[in-house]
Structures are given as structure tokens and as C-alpha cells.
Nanobody, 115 residues
Framework: QVQLVESGGGLVQPGGSLRLSCAAS????????MAWYRQAPGKERELVAR???????NYADNVKGRFTVSRDNAENTVYLQMNSLKPEDTADYYC?????????WGQGTQVTVSS
């Protein structure tokens, strides 16, 4: 059984920062790609950022230069540092991990950017 637990969401003013964390636990040999997705009300879930076990990253165009994804392979944890937040970043953020070809999801953490 694999579990992903996110933390770090909350309410922040425009221009502010938040750091999300996601820890994978359970019967894990190796976590391959880890990623963050988000889903805003009335919209489809979209990829925000992804990082491979080797540290290769890619980002959605609308977060490039503002968000940074990183990971701690020893702790099976992925982070998302979000800076210069905008109201349009408001969404539920979900952690995703690919383990032995199976995709696992966290329950999500809410991020609200508002003054």
C-alpha cells in the first residue's frame, strides 16, 4: 500500500509564496517520476511541474520562472516552491508519483491566492 500525503497549502496574498510538500510512504522500492498537478474550480486537472528520479524537471508554461520542483529521494518526498503567486494559481494541488508503472495520487491540498 502506497500513500501520498501533501502539506503546505493555505491562503496567501498575491505576490506571496508557499511551499508544498508530498511524502510517499508504504511499500516503496523506488519512486520514479514525481509531479504536481492542480485543478481549479470548473477546470480540468493540469500538470504544474514534474521531476524525474534523476532530477530532470519540466514545468507548465504559466508557472515557469515562479515555481520550482525538487525532491529528496532518500525521503521519497517532492516539494513545490511557489513564488510570485497570482490569483489564477488558486486551485487544489495534487501530488502524483509513478512507482513500478503505477500512478498514485495524494488527496490534494488547497491553495488560495487572494487579497
Amino acid at each position: 500500500q502506497v500513500q501520498l500525503v501533501e502539506s503546505g497549502g493555505g491562503l496567501v496574498q498575491p505576490g506571496g509564496s508557499l511551499r508544498l510538500s508530498c511524502a510517499a510512504s508504504g511499500s516503496i522500492f523506488r519512486v520514479n517520476t514525481m509531479a504536481w498537478y492542480r485543478q481549479a474550480p470548473g477546470k480540468e486537472r493540469e500538470l504544474v511541474a514534474r521531476i524525474t528520479i534523476g532530477g530532470i524537471t519540466n514545468y507548465a508554461d504559466n508557472v515557469k520562472g515562479r515555481f520550482t520542483v525538487s525532491r529528496d529521494n532518500a525521503e521519497n518526498t517532492v516539494y513545490l516552491q511557489m513564488n510570485s503567486l497570482k490569483p489564477e494559481d488558486t486551485a487544489d494541488y495534487y501530488c502524483n508519483a509513478l512507482i513500478l508503472g503505477i500512478s498514485y495520487w495524494g488527496q490534494g491540498t488547497q491553495v488560495t491566492v487572494s487579497s
